[in-house]
């Protein structure tokens, strides 16, 4: 066995380039002995495979191209030139004789295996290849390695080489933890997870675990040796959610948008890492030794112990990384802003998948320029193609493919041109990380407004002032793009200031700083840089006002009550302060104003600013009815709109028509009914949304579909509940008449966070009493059994907290005290019961009607404690013979049978109607009336007085000391001394 497994990681080495992996290395064995064949017959049965043709040797190549890829695979640079053309040559003589490519990578493998480090000629090679089987074996045997997918099976034995020490690198990585970076910026909170089978989703023998603050992961144990892939979580340095999935080849210690596209070109290609690596360095313009599987760009772009050159790499690569981001998440919010695909997840899957294909598609050139809008449209359209998505999907994309590709063009300019600092890393670092934010902010606007077919305005964002006064505030709100645990923001934008510090506000105050007012026009002069800021003595606007720039306090004031009117502003001079601060004033002139902050509608309203020809940066923040009513103007000047109050669908559609530059921000509640009208991208532009009124099963399905997690209760009847259809998401759950326990189970097995309540429920005894408390407890009015429960399910029935309506019907058999009887309403025994029976019957609670016959001894049946169990009987049936009195007669006549040969005793005065079938009658000394029935009866007399009225049989008195009167019926016989 030992020799066979030898054999196999030999020639599947040779094959494959691969480790088999336990669970193919156990499969080969089993196939070989079972075909009772060799190493040669499954090398010779692999070959035909797709996944031999696919990704190592086509069945298109000739002999002497698969002979010469095969040796220079299998050999590489270990071989000399001479000696390769000898061995290509040898292979082809062999193809030509009728040898198989199976025959010859058998052999080829078998060759390499007996030869010693020593030779001269095939030593090297050689080694190298005893030295990769080794590394399978390891895997393979040693460590029972789990993966089945051919890629990570090719990581095991991709380094190793002919030096002996990369078997033991390759094996202590296996042994240890796989640990290193999700990087955008770095990625927090995303979950990782190792992929064996290739198949993109976290399977149950495959392990994960949660990025950490600063994006770090670690995976242990030989399970964590797989294809990484990377989804959710938040960007550190923009603050927002990451948006789709990063993925890499196994052994890869960073997880990027570059080390996906390598994977995509390992995994749609058919090459190896290292050549898909090669391919994407060159593609890309990046410098070629860059490992970019093991490269982290952000921590190499801020070394202090590297030189400037070193770092200037890092930097493209951050940068490059950058680009990437933005031209695969515009791109994906085009197909599904057009419905090419139904999530932006599947969107930028394909996006990748095509990029990454275009990348080895000799038609570019050599390289793909990521500011070019001709090779971006190409990734688009190669997108909306492979998608095959229907005419009008692929027409929408089409008409606004030049758009998108100008926009990714555009954005993509302003991210190469953060290298032009190449002295302030962590400046490019904040630069580039404002650029993103940016970019997300058109990404979600694209796909809000691409079925509207016109991206003219979300185009007109990324160039000119439009693009610049977006990237200032975004500077503002940036995060930490270093990942030293501090926010990096720019306090003052266009301050003149650089740095990427938080505390990067002025410097030590210099140069002057001059005011002047004439004619009431107030202007500023002097040499000091920076914002220009005011401070009054009284109320903005109308008081006097003091000046400073650069933190240098000019000399003068003005006077805005007396004698200034307006302030006009030179080129290069920015004002800046809140809007309250700049109440009525007229500010005019070339330069900027910014106002910080948040201002209402109302303070803008009160600055006139209408004749600044330089850029204005504010943002609003007011309720919903202060900025609908706002001019469309000053909401299109905004950067961000800040809605304080919950908004309708109808007005947060007006404020996303606005063409302002930043982020819109608010929170919706509506009706289910206008949620259900509107679309996933409107949605997905609010914070929380929140349905108003409780929404119907229907709405429900269409709402949970939304990708924007919506706040909603669901209130609907019974017969629309189908499980899952937008319950698990809701918060209450209502049912609004009467439902079955399978209705009510639905609805206690959702996942709902709120309540869960129906109005009533009706079902079957057996259906209820295999429910449970918690579906009952639910029900809001009565809880009924529609059948009559047995005695085992009332039991079930009445230990429920929650009372059910029932009834009883069993067979005398199951009858047991208190066992769901107290608690029923009406109980029904289907056979005889006895009377002790009858008594648990009569004793029982149950609010209804009881209904059961009786059949016992005469001497049950009349005892006194049974007494009104007994007369509640619908019948009665008596045996054996007994002694009773009138009452207990009374009793039971009417409702008794007594069977067989029967004697009834009277012992009381008596007034009898004769019981069917008993036969034999004995009076007392009393005085008794007795009306017989049809049947013959036997009567003794005692020795009073009695009357007996005869049936149709033949009756026999003896009579007894008194009077004994026989009238009427059949024949009749007298004994004593009475005529009949």
Same mark, same amino acid.
């Given at each position: ?60 190549? &000739? ?36 040898? @198989? ?13 007996? /030869? ?225 695909? *139904? ?18 598609? *000799? ?201 200034? /009117? ?43 600013? @209408? ?143 709120? @309540?869960?309540?129906?109005? *009533? ?106 007494? @009104? ?26 409702? *008794? ?49 009695? &009357? ?33």
């Amino acid at each position: 066995m030992k020799t066979l497994k030898s054999e196999i990681l030999r020639v599947i080495q040779a094959t494959f380039d691969a480790a088999p992996g336990a669970q193919y290395l156990n499969s080969f064995v089993n196939y070989i002995e079972k075909s009772n064949g060799s190493t040669k017959h499954l090398v010779n049965a692999l070959v035909k495979t797709d996944a031999f043709k696919q990704s190592r040797y086509s069945d298109t190549l &000739t002999n002497n191209e698969f002979a010469t890829q095969f040796v220079e695979n299998i050999v590489g640079s270990l071989a000399s030139a001479e000696n390769k053309a000898w061995a290509v040559s040898e292979i082809e003589t062999m193809l030509t004789k009728g040898y @198989s490519r199976g025959d010859v990578i058998h052999d080829a493998a078998m060759f390499l295996a007996s /030869k010693e480090s020593s030779d001269t000629d095939w030593g090297a090679a050689a080694l190298q290849f005893n030295n990769k089987v080794e590394a399978a074996r390891y895997y393979s045997i040693e460590k029972n390695g789990p993966a089945t997918d051919l890629s990570v099976l090719q990581g095991i034995t991709a380094s190793v080489t002919n030096v002996i020490d990369t078997v033991d690198d390759i094996k202590r990585i296996l042994d240890s933890e796989v640990s290193g970076k999700v990087i955008d910026g770095y990625i927090k909170s995303a979950t990782i997870f190792a992929d064996l089978n290739g198949d993109g989703v976290l399977n149950e023998n495959e392990i994960s675990t949660i990025t950490d603050n600063f994006g770090n992961f670690s995976l242990a144990g030989i399970e964590a040796f797989g294809n990484l892939i990377a989804a959710g979580g938040i960007d550190i340095s923009t603050g927002k959610s990451f948006e789709g999935g990063l993925s890499a080849p196994a052994g890869s210690s960073v997880v990027s948008p570059l080390t996906t596209l390598i994977y995509e070109i390992v995994h749609n290609n058919a090459l190896s890492v290292n050549q898909a690596s090669a391919i994407a360095l060159r593609t890309l313009s990046l410098n070629e030794n860059i490992d970019l599987v093991n490269f982290d760009s952000i921590k190499e772009s801020i070394r202090s112990d590297t030189d400037a050159a070193t770092q200037e790499i890092a930097i493209l690569v951050q940068v490059t990384a950058g680009q990437i981001n933005t031209l695969v998440g515009l791109s994906a919010a085009l197909l599904k802003g057009v419905g090419i695909t *139904t999530n932006e997840d599947d969107a930028i899957n394909l996006v990748y998948k095509v990029f990454a294909t275009s990348l080895v598609d *000799t038609k570019i050139d050599g390289w793909f320029d990521l500011t070019a809008n001709n090779d971006i449209a190409q990734i688009i359209q190669g997108s909306i193609l492979e998608k095959n998505a229907d005419d009008t999907q692929r027409l929408q994309g089409e008409l606004l493919l030049a758009d998108v590709s100008q926009a990714i063009a555009n954005l993509n300019k302003a991210i190469a041109d953060v290298l032009s600092n190449k002295t302030d890393a962590g400046l490019t670092l904040n630069n580039l990380a404002a650029l993103q934010i940016v970019a997300e902010n058109i990404e979600t606007a694209i796909e809000a407004n691409a079925s509207t077919g016109d991206l003219m305005s979300v185009l007109a964002k990324t160039v000119g002032v439009n693009l610049t006064r977006a990237v200032d505030t975004a500077r503002t709100v940036v995060k930490d793009v270093d990942g030293n645990g501090t926010f990096d923001a720019v306090k003052n934008p266009n301050s003149g200031n650089s740095g990427n510090s938080g505390n990067s506000g002025n410097s030590t105050p210099s140069g002057t700083f001059l005011v002047s007012e004439a004619n009431g026009i107030v202007t500023f002069g002097g040499t000091a840089s920076g914002n220009i800021t005011i401070s009054w003595s009284g109320v903005a606007g109308n008081s006097v006002a003091s000046f400073t720039r650069g933190g240098v306090k000019a000399g003068a004031t003005v006077d805005f009550l007396e004698s200034a /009117k307006k302030i006009v502003l030179a080129s290069g001079q920015t004002l800046g302060g809140p809007a309250s601060n700049f109440s009525g004033l007229v500010i005019d002139g070339v330069g900027n104003l910014i106002l910080t902050g948040d201002s209402t509608v109302s303070e803008l309203a009160v600055i006139d600013y @209408s004749a600044l020809l330089g850029y204005v940066i504010y943002s609003i923040k007011d309720s919903i009815l202060a900025i609908v009513g706002a001019p469309i103007a000053v909401l299109d000047s905004a950067t961000d709109i800040t809605a304080v109050d919950a908004i309708t669908i109808s007005q947060a559609a007006t404020i996303e028509a606005a063409t302002n530059s930043g982020v819109n921000v608010y929170d919706i509640t509506d009706t289910a009914e206008n949620l259900v009208a509107s679309s996933n991208a409107q949605l997905k532009l609010a914070g929380t949304v929140t349905a108003s009124t409780a929404a119907t099963i229907a709405q429900a399905t269409t709402i949970a579909g939304f990708a924007t997690g919506v706040v909603y209760s669901v209130s609907d009847v019974a017969a629309n509940i189908a499980a899952g259809a937008g319950l698990n998401e809701a918060v209450n759950i209502t049912i609004t008449d009467d439902a079955t326990i399978a209705q009510a189970t639905t609805i206690e097995n959702a996942g709902n966070s709120g @309540s869960k309540s129906v109005a *009533t429920i009706t079902d079957t005894a057996a259906a209820i009493a295999a429910s449970s408390d918690a579906v009952l407890a639910n029900a809001a009015g009565a809880v009924t059994a529609s059948t009559a429960a047995t005695i085992a399910q009332a039991a079930t029935i009445a230990g429920f907290a929650t009372g059910v309506v029932y009834s009883v019907s069993d067979v005398a058999a199951n009858i047991a005290a208190g066992a769901g009887l107290n608690e029923s309403v009406n109980i029904t025994i289907a056979d005889s019961v006895t009377a002790a029976q009858a008594k648990t019957i009569d004793d029982a609670g149950n609010s209804g009607v009881n209904s059961y016959a009786v059949s016992d001894t005469f001497a049950n049946i009349t005892m006194a404690t049974n007494d @009104s169990a007994v007369a509640a009987a619908t019948t009665i049936t008596a045996t054996g013979s007994t002694s009773i009195n009138d009452t207990q007669h009374d009793a039971i006549a009417g409702k *008794t049978t007594a069977t067989g040969s029967n004697t009834l005793t009277v012992t009381d005065v008596a007034s009898i109607t004769a019981i069917p079938s008993v036969e034999t009658y004995i009076l007392g000394n009393f005085t008794n009336n007795i009306t017989l029935s049809d049947s013959g009866h036997s009567i003794t007399g005692g020795s009073g007085t009695d &009357t007996i009225v005869g049936g149709s049989g033949v009756d026999t008195i003896t009579g007894g000391v008194g009077a004994d009167i026989m009238s009427g019926g059949g024949w009749c016989r007298y004994v004593y001394d009475r005529s009949c």
